[in-house]
């Protein structure tokens, strides 16, 4: 009985044991296959992670390679229609302007000129200074108010247009005039005019500006005119600059815009006059919505506003190294030649110009060793000879010829350094102005004379020579249309009188090309060497100069 009642007291604790037995073996085996589960859940993990981490980077990459600012380079992508499948799709890239070829020219430059119905007649003339239709020009001048026209005119000035009503727009400046409004949207209203093909550039001036077109395609073919571009000068005078920007192309000198710098102004410049009402004119207009748009100043000293009164003389014999594209207010300054009008003076700049626009006013510093002078000459324009030697550093800054914008200022006042006029009679220049150009085909020589400016002259008490003597120059000069793709030029210089002749004759450049110029003044201790340096940017050409004198 005890064993009958042991047995079925076993019985029930082995069959409560069973139950509880079961899921604790279960537990054991779930417990050695959880670390293999694990392992796997986190290498899946991980390869998904790697995996969703490569096509990110892959596509971030893309994506940075692309313009975040498609509009500004104007680069569309098109699949071109076909019946095909889409591999056999064919991808496009559209031209600016139409198709383009490797160099900018004339024909890919349209002109805005703003011009005023008042004024016209007179400065129809510098227009027509620089106008050359055979040249497959563009432009288009911008009046207030319609002119008399002429037909035997149609073919020497650009068309002729009235510009659009502006009096939606506020003009809260008391000393400007709304005009500026006006003149501000000259670019944006040529563009809208359409039917312009192959545009790549659009180029502003005012009627009173002269272009030296040649010298403005160069400078413009230093730009890829696909990007944003803002190209101009600034004034000659610092309070101009500080008044209105050191950042603004002054209009007057002329300003560049590439194309799609100004389809996108042409967008917002209406919206964009609108908030600034207190503005003075058009140049600082223009500025504002450059600004807007992020597009600063590409600064080329070769457009020339001149704020200035009085003689460009001492500007131009010293211009700066850089081709000359411009030359604005001719009716507010001398003529740049003695004693002729002011369209007759730039009409016999105009002959230099056509023979070699590259050198036109470039200044080159010669040294005479035998008579112990300086010699200044500015191609194209005059020639001055210092008694003594001056050093370089001298004689490339301006002379003072020229009064400040501002009639109170002095010469802290200029945005650039200048040199009093000399009041020493012995260290007065003697100046050679041009009286003819011309070129020998066959030989490819230009040949300019410069012919002495006689002015009342204080006796000297200095013994040396007189340059006095001289009373005419030649300039001697290959045409060198890529002058500004390389680093030296060269040529040769004559001086003449009744029984004198002195020759500059062409010798091989400096070995020397540390020492910028007259390298013969540091080299072996000489004195004074007769070289003659050509202001290319940090290289001279020394050239020898020997004198023979007739009996």
Known sequence: MKAAQNNPEKFIWDSMRTPTGAPMAVAAAQGKALPKLMVWLILFVSATYMVYTLKL??????????????????????????????????????????QESDKTGLEHIVFGIAASAKLWNKRKEYIKLWWEPEKKMRGIVWLDSPVKTYRNESRSLPELRISGDTSRFAYRNK??????????RIVSETLRLGGMENVRWFVMGDDDTVFVTDNLVRILNKYDHNQYY??????????Q??????????????????????????????????RYPGLYGSDDRMQACMAELGVPLTKELGFHQYDVYGNLFGLL?????????????????????????????????????????????????????TNGWTVSVSWGFAIQIFRGVLSPREIEMPSRTFLNWYRRADYTAYAFNTRPVMRNPCQKPFVFYLSRASIKSNMNLTTSEYTRHHTPQTLCKWRMAE?????????????????????????????????????????????????????????????????CGHMRGSVAISSLMTGVRKN
């Open 467 to 531: 340059p006095g003597d001289i009373d005419r120059v030649e300039v001697h000069k290959k045409p060198d249309p890529h002058l500004w793709d390389r680093q030296r030029s060269t040529f040769d210089v004559e001086f003449h009188n009744q029984d004198f002749s002195y020759r500059q004759n062409r010798t091989e450049p400096s070995k020397h090309p540390q020492e910028k110029l007259l390298p013969g003044l540091k080299l072996k201790k000489e004195k004074l060497d007769d070289r």
């Open 317 to 369: 014999a010293a211009h700066p190294v850089t081709p000359l594209v411009s030359l604005h207010h001719l009716d507010v300054v001398e003529p740049i030649f003695p004693n002729v009008t002011r369209v007759q003076a730039l009409q016999r700049l105009k002959i230099p110009m056509q023979l070699d626009s590259a050198g036109l006013m470039q200044q080159s510093i010669c040294y005479d060793k």
């Open 241 to 274: 600059n500080i008044y209105f920007s050191y950042g603004m192309a002054y209009g007057g000198g002329g300003f560049a815009i590439s194309y799609p710098l100004a389809k996108a102004l042409e967008k917002m410049q209406d919206r964009c006059i609108q």
């Open 230 to 239: 803002y190209i101009g000068s600034l004034s000659e005078s610092h309070l």
């Open 175 to 184: 000393q400007g005039h709304r005009s500026a409004i006006r003149i501000s």
């Open 57 to 98: 980077v892959s596509s971030s990459h893309s994506a940075c390679e692309e313009d975040v600012f498609p509009d500004r380079h104007q680069t569309v992508r098109l699949l071109e229609p076909t019946n095909s499948t889409v591999e056999n799709a064919t991808v496009r890239t559209p031209q600016l302007g139409g």
